[in-house]
């Protein structure tokens, strides 16, 4: 009789597919295995010959924990499964891969607020992007100081927890854009300097003036608007934050003394005073001009002070929110002509703005007393405040060395175009304006005139 002996059965251990584990995660698999032996006791060994991105253990019968130590790649993992009579071993594949960031972990540095703290949580690019294992830390800069405008005090008060989080503090109304280096530290030993900006009591959105971008006195950032290049970012008259604060001359009525202006145009029409306007030229209420004049310079000075903001309409103005109360100036304005017009319209007005230039002066003609006068008289006005005088230096830089003379000895004139050489502009009541460039390598305008009497340089041409 032949007697057939038959091996045992293997044990059989289900298929396990490829895993993905992200780095510094740790990640377990249930090991499903069975043997049709009768009375079979199954034993299980992790074999870590082959793993070199974590590690694997078995801390309980059927399941396998494995940590990825290691960034990425693919780690091999060999299981064995064993009974009484045999054994069989499977492989596991462990594809370990860097995290992405986490949905709500944007990079994040620059913070404003409607009143004068703000809160928050800085996130620096490397740390939005690295692995959500990582760990950061914040630091302020060594080289940030903190400015003491008033009285020696902080402008502003900022915290830095070593997690991002602060609270920053103005100090002042109305605070600049406040920037400040902080030091980001990964738990890796790398680091990177980042610039946070905070800027505190933002009451609107930037203004939606379509032409708003080429304006380079308000923002430059090199725009060219036709020229053969631009001028250099950041040279500009930097009101743009104050704009945002809110901060547009509401409640402010200024006086434009210039060549006839547009008043009915579309942009400046809301934030014409008409009911305190007046053309000394042709004597009447509208200081318009004539549609066969042409003239655009009151306009455009105009434009430039107050364009209304927000109406999707052209540019703006510096000031778009202040009343314009136009006045166009008569060919001949003489000191009477001057003192009526003070007199009698702008005892309400803060700001007379004067952008013309300089006559020869005759030097015979220097009585600057009743001048002087003029201006004192105008303390009283705006209960006390007094009214700003702004005149412009003139457009006649080329021909300051020009000496005008004519046929009689007694009537010498001097090189007489130079920005200090007439009584309006000499007179320190006035605060004289010269022009610059959008160039802040070559910021004199070829036009502008110059003189020692020049208070202020500001964007012009």
Do not use: C
């Not at 620096?124 to 080289?143: M, W």
């Not at 005090?153 to 991002?164: H, K, P, R, S, T």
């Not at 014409?272 to 000075?301: C, M, W």
């Not at 002509?337 to 020869?360: A, C, D, H, R, Y």
């Amino acid at each position: 009789m032949d007697i057939l002996i038959t091996a045992p059965p293997k044990p059989t251990i289900s298929k396990i597919d490829s895993q993905q584990v992200e780095f510094g995660e740790t990640k377990r698999i249930q090991i499903n295995a069975y043997s049709k032996a009768p009375d079979a006791t199954l034993t299980y060994l992790v074999n870590q010959q082959d793993s070199s991105l974590g590690t694997a253990t078995m801390p309980s019968t059927q399941q396998i924990v494995y940590q990825a130590k290691q960034k990425a790649g693919t780690d091999l993992v060999t299981l064995v499964v064993k009974d009484t009579h045999n054994k069989v071993q499977s492989t596991l594949t462990f594809k370990v891969q860097m995290s992405a960031p986490k949905p709500d972990l944007v990079a994040i540095s620059a913070f404003e607020s409607d009143n004068k703290t703000i809160r928050g949580r800085i996130i620096s690019p490397a740390h939005a992007s690295a692995n959500n294992r990582d760990t950061f830390t914040y630091k302020i800069g060594q080289n940030h100081t903190i400015s003491k405008t008033f009285n020696d005090v902080d402008d502003y008060a900022f915290v830095l927890n070593d997690d991002g989080t602060f609270t920053f503090t103005s100090h002042l109304n109305y605070l600049g854009e406040v920037k400040v280096p902080v030091v980001v530290t990964s738990s890796t030993g790398q680091n990177e300097t980042i610039e946070a900006s905070f800027a505190t009591e933002i009451k609107q959105a930037a203004f939606n003036d379509p032409e708003a971008h080429n304006q380079w006195h308000i923002h430059n950032t090199g725009q060219t608007n036709g020229a053969s290049k631009g001028g250099k970012p950041g040279h500009d008259i930097n009101i743009g934050l104050l704009h945002r604060q809110g901060v547009t001359g509401q409640g402010v009525e200024v006086a434009v003394l210039d060549s006839s202006t547009y008043i009915d145009h579309k942009d400046l029409s809301e934030n014409i005073a008409r009911t305190n306007s007046y053309d000394f030229e042709n004597q009447d209420d509208d200081p318009s001009p004539s549609l066969d004049k042409g003239s655009t310079h009151g306009t455009k000075v105009t434009g430039i002070i107050g364009a209304v903001a927000n109406n999707h309409e052209g540019g703006h103005g510096v000031a778009p929110g202040v009343m314009l109360n136009i006045f166009q100036r008569p060919s001949n304005l003489t000191s009477k002509s001057f003192k009526n017009m003070i007199e009698n319209w702008l005892t309400k007005v803060q700001i007379l703005n004067q952008s013309f230039g300089n006559p020869s002066m005759n030097t015979r003609k220097t009585d600057r007393e009743p001048l002087i006068d003029l201006f004192k008289s105008t303390h009283s006005y705006n209960n006390g405040r007094g009214l700003f005088f702004v005149k412009s230096a003139g457009n006649a830089f080329k021909q300051d060395r020009q000496l005008q003379k004519n046929k009689s000895s007694t009537s010498a004139y001097l090189p007489a175009r130079n920005s200090n050489s007439t009584q309006k502009n000499y007179l320190f009541e006035n605060t004289v304006v010269a022009a610059v460039t959008a160039d802040a390598n070559q910021p004199h305008a070829p036009y502008s005139s110059s003189g020692a009497n020049v208070f202020i340089s500001a964007p012009g041409g």
